[in-house]
């Protein structure tokens, strides 16, 4: 038995769910979500609960029941409170400004990277070094704020470079100088 899956899934007041034609619907303040439903489970929203239901018995409607009562959560959480992912930026000269909705990176190229504010996410730079990547859906936020990093990845010589805030990096010791034989 699944032990995510069983868990009930409490809806707060101001947000409202519905499951049709295989589709959970969560919509909020902050913003409508969907997320289609396999056909090995069945969602029932019952007064203000929602709870994920096998249909048979199988290991494969166990693990769907589990990922899917994971996935409506985060729908509902989202739409209330939001998901944020903090990146920090490391360099000599390296810094970050928002100018209306894109943000400029300047992260020791021959140019200023501009990084244009996608739908339903909200870039801010709080500081020079700081990004703040928030959102609805968890997975979008995630999969924006890994499309920022990738515009320059850590080295691990110096740690120059974009990382998330609780990444922790592991610096490789330089050359050796004047290493005697």
């Not at 100018?99 to 992260?107: A, D, F, I, T, Y």
């Not at 110096?158 to 050359?175: C, D, M, Q, S, T």
């Amino acid at each position: 038995m699944s032990r995510i899956g069983k868990h009930p899934i409490h809806i707060p007041a101001g947000v409202t769910v519905e499951f049709k034609d295989g589709v959970v619907t969560v919509k909020g303040e902050k913003a409508t979500l969907t997320q289609p439903v396999s056909s090995n489970v069945d969602v029932k929203i019952e007064a203000g609960v929602v709870n994920v239901v096998r249909k048979d018995e199988t290991s494969d409607s166990n693990a769907k029941q589990g990922l899917y009562r994971q996935l409506i959560n985060n729908m509902v959480v989202g739409v209330t409170e939001g998901y944020t992912k903090t990146l920090i930026v490391k360099g000599v000269g390296f810094r970050v400004a928002k100018q209306g909705n894109k943000l400029v990176l300047n992260l020791g190229f021959s140019h200023p990277v501009e990084f244009v504010e996608p739908a339903g996410i909200t870039l801010e730079a709080p500081d020079q070094n700081t990004i703040n990547v928030k959102g609805a859906s968890k997975e979008y936020v995630g999969e924006v704020a890994a499309k920022i990093r990738d515009i320059k990845k850590c080295d691990h010589y110096h740690g120059y470079g974009i990382r998330y805030n609780y990444e922790v990096l592991a610096l490789k010791p330089g050359k050796a100088a004047g290493k005697k034989k």
